[in-house]
DNA sequence: CGCTATTCATTTTTT
DNA sequence: ATGAATAGCG
């Protein structure tokens, strides 16, 4: 991300440049009164509210542009603060074409909360160590999976099972904890029963666990922030003197440590703008508190209140709808958006017998809307990420691309966490969660017994697990066989890390592909999921040779992984996009669907017995319902299934949908005896008939074409890889899109019982002995057991074996060739067998 | 120890 | 329906 105007200590923190513009630029020009008014405030505080589409995107660009062309404040002694990197992105690039090409001009700091201290820290944090022992500037960022690592490390170190408390539920609380300034001190003290008291524990050594490693958690990076500002004068003293002008967006969703930051850093001059709507305000539960922008005005007094309630977004029709919902609401400062655009058309609301019928409903009234006006953008918005599955496989199966905007990130693949494990644990031998990712990725033979014995090295001497392999086995505490895997392993990391300093990021990254065994265990895998991974490798290396490109360091591209967010990668101009509620904040679409919009879904069943996060829900419901420009649809099923199992549940439709006034909505069910509607039936039932004759299960996941697309959008270029798996058959690639399939879904053959079907399938016989040959060359990583005996090769599928334990048997299925090959055996007696040639001691009868 | 077939639980929302 | 944790086999 941008490190544009970031001065180092010392040098001299000019705020105003002295620069006049040559001609008065006016930034205020086609701003209405209110807009204006805020765009040209220029000391002391100020609430902006904000109504959705109001243009407070707009009006912040247009302040700083007006900061610095017409106050002559100096680009860097602003800093804007937004919700998302994405935002972030955007508020920049909107700066700078506003300003034009005048290069002279110094960049402003935008950035989100989190990057801004990450920066912080890795610049000026030094003073932190004698706070937070072991701390340096080198530290790691511990993003959720990681935490869950280390939880999970942390319950079998005091033999806590899962039953106690999800690992999820205990960060969740324990994240509560920190962001409320509570210590695992202060659990302890307020621990009412042995339960709690345990939880305690957890919270200390799970505290401990990021020490050790010096990695900081998500809320590290804000409390430690705070703390370093706090704590250090002179590093607070400089940053208050040089960012003299701060502003906020989203301020509704700010938490506690996010505006103790603000009010450190504002602590010199109080020349802070924030900017947001209470009826946006829907991450309270991870922590955002509502009073921030309810109490603005009593934080800072004297704040100046403008609000922005002309709406330029939506049709009246959709504000009127979305106002009189949120209306339901009792804590809000209250506000009407007014809008010059007309009714437009009413809401549509769909009646579905089922989550099928109406994904099938959604992917319908999309394929025609699109075919009607190809160029127009669609969402698709939901509560919760799983519903998202229904809705992609109606979609394919009217062929229409689109766009997942959640669920798996490039960051997060496995993979890519590996390889960037390695890169961790070269860069800092602390970091424990790291080393037990890839100890044994590839498998090196070292299991269970070995890491247990590591465990107890480590905290027995307080050392990590790092320098318990290298004091183990110089000691030979371990037996020979561990020894001498995790001396392998010890040895590949080290000459890993002798090249570190001297080489490019992305050298490093090919080095550890390929002299750590990885590259070659994904060569020797024939699945397609492993030529996935080794293309997705190759996407990371590129990636990281274009960090470096711009002068990134290996550090910075391991920041830049640890803080993109799902929210990062919406792409606004795909066709169509599908997406949480949460993740449309400040987007905007012509077309907009809100599926599942049924009690206990949306709202959600764990928000109902509380009226507070009633409220919340339906905030979210407002937020949802002003994403929509021209059309807003809304649909609910009547039955549902929780689980893909059984069966499926009554449904009632939601309390929200309830409180649309009846003459802005169109009712557009089936059940309806509308001609319109009975074409779709018909329609529909003609796709269902043709779905379930090819049962097609495409991949759900985010295809390689979505990372060189996750990355395009960053402005970074991505080189094709080399030996990138040829597209998927059901999938297409078009410009702009993820996860994407083609039209026509590629029947596949159906597998059925018995030996008829083995002949069928693709993976046999025939083009089996090339494949092999072709991965001959690349050796499977693991030691072969010595006693292997070449017994499986003339074993065909109708042969007749003997095993010394199952007798007699049938050989029905034969998958692969020569030692590899895997059987399935029918014994008379024992059922159906599946067994490898090699270690199943076999013998041809006929 | 590694692989696989099985069981089992799982669904809020995420910087 | 899917993925993650576990039991059993070689």
Redesign the pocket.
């Known amino acids: 991300m941008g490190y544009g105007g970031w001065v180092r200590r010392g040098e001299k923190p000019a705020w105003y440049t002295g620069f006049f513009p040559p001609r008065d630029m006016d930034f205020l020009a086609g701003l209405n009164p209110q807009q204006r008014e805020a765009a040209e405030h220029f000391e002391g505080p100020l609430l902006i509210l904000a109504g959705a589409g109001s243009g407070k995107t707009r009006v912040i660009t247009h302040r700083i542009c007006h900061l610095i062309q017409a106050r002559g404040v100096a680009g860097g002694a602003i800093l804007a603060v937004t ?3 994405k935002a972030a992105g955007e508020m920049r690039d909107r700066v700078t074409r506003l300003l034009g090409s005048d290069s002279s001009l110094e960049a402003p700091l935008i950035s ?4 801004f201290c990450v920066r912080l820290l890795r610049r000026d944090g030094d003073a932190l160590t004698p706070l937070r022992p072991g701390f340096t500037r080198n530290f790691q960022i511990y ?2 999976d990681d935490q ?1 690592a280390v939880l ?1 490390r942390v319950y079998k170190q005091l033999g806590i ?2 039953e106690f408390l ?1 690992p ?1 539920a205990a ?2 609380i324990i ?1 509560r904890g920190k962001n409320h300034a509570q210590t695992p001190q202060d659990f302890y003290e307020q621990a009412a029963s042995p339960q709690a008291e345990r939880l305690a524990k957890v919270f200390e050594e799970y505290e401990n666990g990021l020490r050790e490693a010096n990695a900081l ?3 590290d990076l ?1 409390l430690e922030g705070v703390r370093l500002l706090g704590h250090d004068a002179a590093t607070r003293e400089w940053y208050s003197r040089r960012y003299r002008f701060l502003m906020v967006d989203e301020y509704q969703d700010t ?1 506690r440590t996010q505006y103790e930051l603000m009010r450190l850093l504002a602590s010199k001059h109080s020349n802070v703008v924030v900017v947001g709507d209470e009826d946006q305000s ?6 955002a508190d509502i009073r921030n922008i309810l109490d603005f005005e009593k934080d800072f007094p004297g704040a100046r209140v403008i609000r922005l309630e002309q709406n330029y977004r939506s049709t009246k029709t959709i504000l009127d709808a979305a106002g009189a919902v949120v209306a339901n609401n009792i804590a809000r400062k209250g506000k009407w958006l007014w809008t010059e655009a007309g009714a437009g058309t009413p809401i549509g609301v769909f009646e579905a017998d089922d989550g099928e019928q109406e994904a099938l409903f959604i992917a319908e009234t999309i394929d025609k809307l699109l075919r009607a006006e190809p160029a127009s953008h669609v969402a698709v918005l ?6 998202s ?1 229904q809705i992609e ?1 109606a979609l394919r199966r009217y062929g229409r691309k689109y766009k997942v ?2 669920g798996f ?1 490039f960051y997060q693949r ?1 993979e890519v966490k590996d390889a960037l494990a390695y890169v961790k644990l070269l860069v800092n031998g602390r970091d424990n969660v790291a080393l037990l990712r890839i100890l ?1 990725v590839p ?9 247990e014995q590591l465990e107890k090295l480590a905290r027995e001497r307080h050392i990590s697990l790092w320098e318990a392999i290298a004091q183990g086995c110089d000691e030979h505490k371990y ?1 020979a ?2 020894e001498a ?1 995790l001396g392998a392993f010890r040895r590949v990391i080290e000459r890993l890390r002798e090249g570190l300093p001297s080489q490019a990021p992305h050298e490093t990254l090919r080095r550890i592909v390929d002299e750590s065994g990885y590259g070659a265990m994904l060569r020797a895998d024939p699945s397609p999921e492993a030529e996935s991974k080794l293309g997705n490798l190759q996407e990371l290396m590129a990636a990281a040779a274009d960090a470096a490109a711009r002068g990134e360091s290996m550090e910075e591209f391991l920041d830049h992984a640890a ?6 990668q919406v792409d606004e101009t795909a066709p169509v996009s599908l ?5 449309a904040k400040g987007l905007e679409f012509p077309v907009v669907f809100i599926a599942g919009v049924e009690e206990g879904l949306f709202p ?4 109902r017995d509380s009226e507070e ?1 009633l409220e ?2 339906r905030r ?1 419901c407002y937020v949802a319902m002003t994403r929509a420009r021209q059309r807003l649809y809304v649909s609910h099923a009547r039955y549902r299934r ?4 059984s069966p499926p549940e009554p449904c009632t439709p939601s309390r929200f949908l309830k409180e649309i006034p009846t003459h802005l909505m169109e009712i557009l069910s089936a059940r309806r005896a509308d001609p319109y509607q009975v074409e779709l039936s018909d329609e529909q039932q003609m796709v269902r008939e043709v779905a379930r004759r090819n049962t097609y ?1 495409g991949k ?2 985010n295809s390689l074409d979505h990372i060189s697309q996750f990355f395009a959008e960053r402005g970074i270029q991505i080189n094709p890889p080399r030996a990138a798996a040829p597209a998927r058959a059901a999938e297409t690639s078009y410009p702009g899109g993820a996860r994407v399939s083609g039209p026509v879904p590629q029947p596949r053959v159906e597998p059925a019982a018995g030996p008829a079907k083995a002949a069928n399938s693709p993976v046999k016989h025939g083009e089996s002995a090339a494949q092999s040959a072709s991965f001959a060359v690349h050796p ?3 030691p072969k ?1 010595a006693a292997a005996v070449k017994r499986g090769g003339t074993i065909r599928a109708g042969a007749t074996v003997s ?4 007798g007699q048997g049938l050989v029905l299925r034969k998958e692969g060739e020569g030692e590899d090959a ?1 059987l ?1 055996v029918s014994f008379s007696g024992h059922g ?5 040639a ?4 076999l013998k041809v009868l006929d």
């Open positions: 919700f998302t990197n989100t909360f989190h990057s993003d959720d869950t999970k099972t899962e999800k999820r960060l969740s994240s958690d998500f809320d804000l938490n829907i991450y309270g539960w991870r922590g939901y509560r919760t990420n799983f519903q599955r496989e905007v959640g990130s496995a044994n498998a090196r033979g070292v299991g269970k017994t070995s890491v037996g066989r561990a895997a803080l993109v967010s799902d929210a990062d997406l949480t509620m949460h993740n959600h069943s764990r928000s996060q919340e829900e979210l929780r689980y893909g199992g299960t759900t996941y499977a990583a693991g057991p095993h010394p334990k199952y895997k399935t159906l067998k599946k067994l490898v090699r270690y199943a001691s």
